[in-house]
């Protein structure tokens, strides 16, 4: 917002600049007292019309926008005077705790804070507090430094992060958190079984609908490539997949495809992910769905409910980047050798189907 109207009053000044110079440019001078007069008044009304387009046109410019617009101005000055108070909350939270830094729920509460404001390191630095504080025996403070950890970078799922939730667990066996983040760090590490018995166990807290449609279509899938693999077959109360996207959640439509010459390239079905990210930060897609490449050319909706953290998802963004890949080793995380396409989507602003072609290969 700050840099759109910076680039706004440049453009204005520029328009005023390009109009008013001129008015204010001084013809020069002639021979006779009578043109001397003359262009003593023609001076003056110059420098009058360059002062009344200087003070018109900004402020015509404002009323029309203002006016002519979409922007809601209400709900920006609420977003302004909501950051403003969270700001000074937090700010008033700190020095509390420079004052009483044993006080363990008050890092907890600083960790939550920053975690709402995408501050993620620095509500891993909060929550590393209310961890040693506890001993590690704070089931909060356990799974609060794992989230951060994990949307500051994803790779630490498989890692200090997935540590973490696994001995969140321990402690907690039922804890919804641990129960989503250690079922994908499960995933991540390969172990199918794991990953999916914690889903389950998620799924059976029943859940909010639309993060239901994400647990279901994900205990789906496992189950089916747990059984390809041999392990078990599939149980016959699996679960549904998700729902078409509710009424007035957002949603993108997206078209992929694959280059004739990558085409050549593929020897039998590989894994297809489609994912969006935000290209403001790191952190886990905001959506991720799963299919193959034999139904190529696809058409897919992705929406909120494709989500893998429920308060991370497209809903939250303005902007996204839609990656559609083909795992040749079958994983999630991209690999040397994927072939992959990608395009951005703006909300408000694009239109019509997210045309994707693969056509590039990961060095």
């Known amino acids: 917002m700050t840099a759109f109207i910076v680039v706004c009053v440049a453009m204005l000044l520029a328009a005023l600049l390009w109009m008013v110079l001129p008015l204010l440019r001084a013809p020069q001078e002639k021979g006779t007292a009578t043109e001397s007069t003359e262009l003593a008044s023609y001076r003056t009304e110059r420098r009058f019309s360059g002062l009344a387009v200087a003070l018109l046109v900004p402020v015509l410019a404002v009323v029309m926008y203002a006016g002519l617009s979409n922007w809601d101005w209400k709900a ?66 356990v799974t609060g430094l794992g989230e951060a950890l994990a949307l500051t970078d994803e790779a630490s799922l498989a890692g200090r992060a997935g540590k973490l939730f696994d001995a969140a667990l321990a402690i907690a066996p039922n804890d919804p958190k641990a129960l989503w983040y250690g079922g994908v760090a499960a995933l991540r590490s390969g172990d199918l079984r794991l990953g999916r018995d914690r889903l389950q166990l998620l799924m059976a807290q029943n859940p909010p609908p ?104 497209i809903a939250t963004v303005p902007k996204v980047v839609v990656v559609a890949r083909l795992s040749r080793g079958g994983s999630p995380q991209q690999q040397s050798g994927d072939l992959y396409g990608e395009a951005e989507y703006e909300f ?10 693969i056509d590039r290969v990961v060095p």
């Not at 509710?246 to 050549?264: D, E, F, T, Y």
């Not at 403001?280 to 989500?307: F, K, M, W, Y």
């Open 76 to 141: 920006v000055q609420i977003e302004s005077a909501q950051a403003a108070n969270m700001e000074q909350a937090v700010a008033g939270l700190e020095a509390k705790l420079k004052e009483n830094p044993d006080n363990l729920e008050g890092w907890i509460m600083l960790g939550r804070s920053y975690t709402a404001m995408s501050r993620y390191p620095r509500a891993a630095d909060a929550y590393q507090q209310a961890y040693d504080l506890s001993k590690g025996q704070n089931v909060e403070a």
């Open 210 to 313: 639309e993060i239901r449609g994400v647990l279901a279509r994900q205990i789906q899938d496992l189950n089916e490539q747990i059984a390809a693999a041999g392990g078990e077959a599939p149980p016959s109360q699996a679960s549904p997949p998700s729902a078409a996207p509710a009424a007035g959640a957002r949603a993108i439509q997206v078209s992929v495809s694959l280059s004739p010459q990558l085409r050549q390239q593929l020897t039998g079905a590989v894994p297809l992910f489609i994912l969006a990210r935000d290209p403001s930060a790191g952190g886990p897609p905001l959506a991720v769905q799963r299919h193959s490449s034999d139904s190529l050319p696809l058409n897919v909706t992705l929406s909120e409910s494709d989500a893998m953290i429920p308060t991370r998802s």
């Open 348 to 357: 408000g602003k694009s239109s019509g189907p997210l045309t994707i072609v």
